[in-house]
């Protein structure tokens, strides 16, 4: 018993350390007291902190965070969509922000706080904006829970794609998952350790915590599965193939710019994302596709084996587009995966 309560708290201790270091560094370099508030339940999306900040005029200013461990060009989008959907004044606490990576969050007018001292605020009359401090020596994150591990996040996909699946069998869920039949029991193993599923006996096994669960998936996918699916980027030799091509019958998929353009019809792709087999040389020739490190088409390996319930079934499901969209961290993108996320991943998360 003392175990697993050890591990269902763990992620929320290194995140209380993640948030104390910062808070330290943040009043040692501006000079500016932090105080940390209980969070008080608002809503279905809750931060991982209340921080207020005592300005030097007027009313101190209260800010509601989202802490990560850290944050990376491909995991930038999924951070800074996390913390909007609190609608409330955010801000990002995380390890360490680079310079460049700050004038990133700058540009997105995203507020940020991290254990070196590095800050941007912009909330008048409250201005912080400091950068190029080193990262300081302090113990990093611990080993990462095998759920959120390659093998693990493809069970966690499907789980999450299918709200009955987790009732069912482990055979059919590894199935759906595309795994093997032992991944599923320390999957579920880790689940209930870090206190995303609960087994309610009679009445079947459970997931909780859906949308905390949920953007963990959406950080470790792009950073542990997203780059061990890639196959290559090609050039295309004709305009437009991608609206030509019957997809059901190649057996590969729509992800990403391409299918948040047929969702939405709120962007015009300029990458096109497409899952596929492994093993992709005759779709390539059916296609005309010519290989170019620096080509527009990208190609990534379907991991998943289930139907998705929707009518769209040319296009990955919608919480892999939405993976996708945020993983460029481009700001059209973020606004598209911002549809696609109220329009469908919202109604499923509800199912859970």
Do not use: S
């Amino acid at each position: 018993m003392m175990k697993k309560q050890k591990n269902t708290t763990d992620r929320a201790t290194k995140e209380r350390e993640i948030l104390n270091a910062a808070k330290l560094a943040f009043e040692e370099t501006t000079g500016l007291c932090i105080k940390i508030l209980e969070v008080e339940p608002t809503g279905k999306i809750q931060p991982d902190a209340v921080l207020q900040i005592n300005a030097p005029e007027g009313k101190p200013k209260k800010f509601y965070a989202g802490v990560k461990g850290f944050i990376t060009n491909a995991t930038l989008g999924h951070a800074a969509e996390q913390i909007r959907r609190f609608k409330k004044p955010g801000i990002l606490v995380t390890r360490h922000v680079t310079p460049p990576m700050a004038e990133r969050l700058k540009g997105l007018n995203l507020a940020f706080i991290d254990t070196a001292g590095n800050a941007y605020i912009n909330d008048p009359p409250l201005f912080v904006y400091i950068t190029g401090r080193k990262k300081k020596d302090i113990p990093e994150a611990g080993r990462i829970a095998r759920a959120f591990r390659p093998t693990g996040l493809k069970v966690v996909f499907a789980l999450l794609c299918l709200p009955e699946l987790v009732k069912a069998p482990y055979r059919d869920i590894a199935k759906a998952a595309n795994v093997a039949l032992g991944t599923v029991g320390w999957v579920m193993y880790d689940l209930k350790q870090l206190n995303f599923l609960v087994d309610r006996g009679k009445h079947g096994r459970k997931l909780i915590n859906v949308d905390k669960l949920l953007d963990t998936w959406i950080h470790a996918y792009a950073r542990e599965l997203r780059p061990k699916l890639y196959i290559g980027r090609y050039d295309a030799t004709r305009e437009k193939w991608w609206e030509k091509t019957d997809w059901q019958k190649t057996g590969t998929f729509l992800g990403g710019e391409p299918a948040a353009a047929r969702l939405t019809a709120y962007l015009k792709p300029e990458t096109i994302t497409v899952y596929g087999p492994e093993e992709i040389n005759k779709f390539l020739l059916k296609n005309h596709l010519i290989k170019n490190p620096q080509g527009k088409v990208e190609i990534y390996k379907t991991f998943w084996r289930f139907d998705y319930p929707w009518n769209y079934k040319e296009l990955a499901p919608p919480l892999l587009i939405y993976a996708d969209l945020i993983a460029t961290a481009d700001d059209r993108n973020i606004e598209t995966a911002r549809i696609i996320y109220d329009q469908y991943i919202d109604r499923f998360i509800e199912k859970h």
